[in-house]
């Protein structure tokens, strides 16, 4: 059975909706280690957090874009979101990895 351009967007919208459930999930993980963290993280975090934050905005309106693409635009724009969601990805395991660090250094502090 051929699979249709509707089913495509079923498929596709279903993915990216849960990858963006996650990603909201994540967040506000990441704003609650950030409460935890020194003054100097907490800033530099609450900038990259306002960046993913805007990447997800994209993200929700990219796959708006996607699910009224026609046959014609359907792989250039589920390719873009692809991208986005690398993009976002990276960002958040850069945060992820910033506060580790970050959390390794206030408990050699404290030591």
Do not use: P, Y
């Amino acid at each position: 059975m051929k699979e249709t351009l509707m089913d495509k967007k079923d498929e596709f919208r279903a993915r990216w909706q849960e990858q963006i459930d996650q990603l909201s999930v994540k967040i506000d993980e990441l704003k609650a280690k950030a409460a935890e963290a020194s003054a100097e993280v907490r800033e530099e975090m609450a900038e990259q957090l306002h960046g993913l934050e805007g990447q997800r905005e994209k993200a929700r309106a990219k796959l708006n874009e996607l699910l009224e693409a026609g046959e014609g635009v359907w792989d250039e724009v589920a390719e873009e979101a692809e991208e986005l969601f690398g993009k976002i990805k990276k960002g958040f395991e850069g945060l992820m990895s910033k506060l580790g660090d970050s959390a390794e250094d206030d408990s050699q502090e404290s030591s």
